[in-house]
């Protein structure tokens, strides 16, 4: 890892980054930070380059409770409906526009994302990767997870506080980034192409189809099984392992960097976070999220499941 100011740069893409110093566009500007170097940004003497704080928890009373200084609550769960049927899926443009612009999203601002839940099976670190995919999408390119959430910040002693904090109105992008998303129809085109893998990162159990949670068991056809709390330590879920202690793991299933990887899950959530760990820490080019996701295949029936387990060539 490399240290620039308050990003870590993971070794795999020291290189890039090094060339792209010359090219501010090509700037490494989506990745994790430390409490520390967040309370550095949170208390910087300039207002004007103070990041953005987005407490992402699900539920308001743990916000109210206790949250860094100047977080403002997003929900995660707010960016997300029913549609045709099918629940928890991502909200028109319009709709997800408005409630962005109204968290204060803007172009030209740092976003310091973050949640709580440091144990299995608490997953909120889940709902700090799905709002930094949320606004990769739309565009933004400065956005930090705080590395260990609140139990790290509260780890290392820092402040929090229960005042409420609200943004002014933000400005998104021109430009967004869909091309981060898959449909099912990418799926369906992609998965079994040469150089291609497509990874379920949700529990192993859901994978092979013995959970009582989904409409249909198992998983997409050639899917591999990799779950999202891998790359993640086990004394808090919400701090990400370093790449070095997870290459090993991620190689024998057939994770690398010269793949196109293909990531789902349950809701897309737990693929959220491993899309994030592959393309930001552990410095993967080409990793993208299908967010309709295994409650979206499962209601279609047409398409057919499998329980097997498969391993990528």
Not at 12 to 37: H, Y
Request: hydrophobic share 40%; net charge positive.
């Amino acid at each position: 890892m490399l240290r620039i100011g308050p990003i870590v740069v993971p070794a795999p893409a020291l290189a890039a980054v090094l060339i792209g110093l010359s090219t501010p566009a090509a700037r490494a500007d989506i990745g994790v930070i430390s409490p520390a170097d967040a309370k550095k940004l949170i208390e910087h003497p300039d207002p004007a380059k103070r990041p953005l704080v987005l407490d992402t928890r699900g539920g308001y009373k743990d916000y109210f409770r206790g949250h860094l200084p100047t977080a403002h609550h997003l929900n995660f769960d707010t960016l997300r409906g029913t549609d045709n049927g099918v629940p928890v899926q991502y909200l028109p443009d319009d709709l997800t526009r408005a409630l962005l612009v109204r968290a204060g999203v803007n172009k030209d601002r740092t976003h310091l994302i973050y949640a709580t839940g440091d144990k299995l099976p608490n997953d909120e670190i889940l709902s700090a990767s799905m709002v930094a995919y949320v606004l990769e999408k739309y565009g933004v390119k400065d956005i930090r997870i705080v590395d260990g959430g609140l139990p790290g910040w509260a780890k290392a002693g820092l402040p929090v506080t229960q005042e409420y904090f609200g943004n002014p109105p933000g400005q998104l992008p021109e430009k967004t980034n869909p091309g981060i998303a898959l449909t099912l129809d990418d799926v369906l085109k992609r998965k079994g192409q040469p150089g291609v893998v497509l990874v379920d990162a949700r529990p192993h159990n859901e994978y092979l189809g013995k959970d009582d949670i989904w409409l249909r068991k198992g998983h997409i056809p050639g899917a591999i099984s990799f779950h999202w709390a891998r790359v993640m330590d086990a004394n808090n879920t919400h701090q990400f392992l370093p790449f070095a202690q997870v290459k090993a793991s991620l190689e024998a299933a057939g994770l690398t960097a010269d793949k196109e990887i293909l990531v789902y899950c349950g809701t897309s959530r737990e693929g959220s976070l491993l899309r994030f760990y592959l393309r930001y820490v552990a410095g993967y080019p080409n990793v993208r999220l299908y967010e309709g996701s295994w409650k979206e295949y499962a209601w279609l029936r047409q398409h057919p499941v499998e329980t097997r387990e498969n391993k990528a060539p």
